[in-house]
């Protein structure tokens, strides 16, 4: 049983005319008989009396109305309600975080998002950075940050910061006094803390590479990721190199920059072809947040 059966039996039982029926159906006098013919097949019943003069209901079709009815006001509330959750309902915009760091980057722009575009929705997805390029090409994720050395091949990137290579000591550490500094002026410091890729962009792993050899290696403190490192160096136990990213910046270390050093780019990355409505929306509020900051 369908809508367009049950639409002719109530064409037809309320103009007790096939043609009539048709014409207001906006269909041919064949396919509403049809309809009803096949109707009639599946409840086993005879809906209505045909003449060469007349169309009356069957005792059946007079019980059969009110159910017909019914059902398709049914279905025709069922359609609306439908398309009004349609209507309703935000646009995701999924983003893949590599770090705690990264979501702290996003808040003040997702804030914006959430007063300035209600019909977004974000899904924040904390991952590792290994599985994130993956993610990002079958459609988990629709954008992530990244640096551009760093970046997925084939990917749009859109620069956001640049952001500096630095020495990060406690503020009380030896090496605070310094205004700037270079890899062959910290060859000879005391311990450092070290981080490896894919947490530590390979520019300045290379940097980290000159460090480590140079001291025995009760003198390096290996961590997992930046957070890890960072909390090394608040505490004092080390100082690391690291990239210098301001609104991530820790009160108690020291921020010095490194001579002859360029600074790395960080930006939002997605892939190319996929930047919806939700995504460029985002990315504007997203690139003034962090300019502001």
């Excluded at 059966?5 to 014409?23: G, P, R, Y």
């Excluded at 439908?82 to 999924?94: A, G, T, Y």
């Excluded at 997992?224 to 609104?247: R, S």
Aim: aromatic letters at 6%; proline letters at 8%.
């Amino acid at each position: 049983m369908n809508t367009t059966q049950l639409e002719c039996f109530m064409a037809v039982a309320d103009c007790l005319n096939f043609s009539k029926a048709a014409e207001r159906l906006r269909l041919t006098q064949p396919a509403v008989s049809h309809q009803i013919k096949s109707l009639e097949d599946e409840l086993e019943v005879e809906l209505f009396k045909r003449s060469s003069k007349s169309v009356r209901l069957t005792q059946e079709g007079h019980m059969f109305l009110q159910y017909a009815g019914d059902i398709l006001k049914l279905s025709g509330l069922s359609k609306a309600q439908v398309k009004q959750c349609k209507r309703e309902r935000p646009s995701f915009l999924s983003i893949g975080c590599r770090s705690v760091g990264d979501l702290k980057l996003m808040t003040p722009a997702l804030d914006r998002l959430r007063r300035e575009v209600k019909s977004v929705l974000p899904l924040l997805k904390l991952i590792p950075m290994s599985a994130l390029e993956n993610l990002l090409w079958e459609g988990e994720i629709q954008m992530m940050l990244s640096f551009r050395e760093t970046a997925p091949q084939n990917c749009v990137f859109r620069p956001l910061l640049d952001c500096p290579l630095v020495c990060a000591c406690r503020e009380e550490h030896p090496l605070a006094d310094r205004e700037e500094t270079d890899i062959e002026g910290l060859k000879t410091s005391d311990m450092i803390a070290s981080c490896p890729p894919p947490a530590c962009p390979p520019s300045l792993f290379a940097l980290q590479g000159q460090l480590v050899t140079s001291r025995a290696p009760d003198q390096v403190v290996f961590c997992e990721n930046q957070e890890v490192l960072l909390t090394m160096v608040e505490t004092g136990y080390a100082f690391a190199l690291a990239v210098d990213i301001p609104p991530l910046r820790r009160p108690g270390i020291k921020y010095i920059p490194l001579k002859g050093c360029a600074p790395l780019s960080l930006g939002a990355v997605y892939p190319r072809g996929r930047s919806d409505a939700a995504l460029r929306r985002f990315l504007p509020l997203l690139e003034e947040s962090l300019r502001n900051e």
